[in-house]
């Protein structure tokens, strides 16, 4: 079976697809000067953008890892994941605490989907 990488740096593959799956690398906002809301809101649409392009979307969204720097923003980031995920469609998920790689990175979420 093919492995398909897109959008490949020296370090990842922003998408890697192997057998009916499809994996994103972590994915964050544009503007880290922003709020969780807005934060989470553009780390969503990524998500969105990279899911079209690898041909699939949300609703087969199987699990999602979300990384926030502060566990305070939870209820933020809920939030805009609660508008932005398919009712029924739910995956399953974990969310953790983590330091991230910039100070300003509020989330970043790390999905797997189908096809």
């Known amino acids: 079976m093919s492995i398909q990488r897109l959008h490949t740096e020296s370090r ?3 998408i890697v ?3 009916g799956t ?3 690398a972590g994915q964050l906002a544009d503007d880290y000067r ?3 809301r807005q934060q989470t809101r553009e780390t969503l649409a990524s998500i969105d953008r990279f899911l079209a392009e690898a041909g699939t979307d949300k ?3 199987l699990s999602v890892t979300i990384y926030l ?3 305070a923003d939870y209820a933020g980031m809920n939030a805009e994941w609660d508008a932005w995920v398919v009712p029924g469609a739910t995956p399953a998920r974990a969310t953790v605490e983590a ?3 910039d100070a300003q990175v ?3 979420m790390s999905v797997i989907a189908a096809l």
Request: no cysteine; aromatic share 12%.
């Open 12 to 14: 990842y593959s922003e």
């Open 17 to 19: 697809i192997h057998n």
């Open 22 to 24: 499809v994996y994103l």
């Open 34 to 36: 922003g709020d969780i």
């Open 59 to 61: 609703s087969k969204i």
């Open 69 to 71: 720097k502060d566990m």
């Open 99 to 101: 330091k991230l790689y």
């Open 106 to 108: 509020r989330v970043e």
